[in-house]
């Protein structure tokens, strides 16, 4: 009996040994020993539902160029009453004035929005 409880302690020491080396980035497994909100007690798989900051930001800014980006950029670089003309996978075109003329730039679907054609 003695050394059925010995094994049994033993092996518990060893799993939660293992559990306390996991790498700090398998943020998907949960030890959780309850609080006065939720008195659960285990191990929980799954995603908390929370993004990192840095992650939004990076997908911001590693994408394309949006409409809205485009309309920004033409306005800094003095267009007034910018409108969005075309947009598809390679370009998005905007409208305005310019001086009293009627100008179209036409911005690479790229990070930066990087002007092509003015």
Known sequence: MYT???TAALSALVGLGTLAAMPAHADSLYLGFGNNQDPRFGVYAGDDG???RRDERRDDWRRGCSPDRALDKAERMGLHRARI????RRV???MGRQYGDRVVIVFANERGCPVINR
Not at 85 to 88: A, F, S, T
Request: proline residues 0%; aromatic residues 8%; hydrophobic residues 40%.
């Open 4 to 6: 059925t409880i010995k």
């Open 92 to 94: 998005v075109k905007v």
């Open 85 to 88: 003309v075309d947009v598809n």
């Open 50 to 52: 929370y993004r990192h």
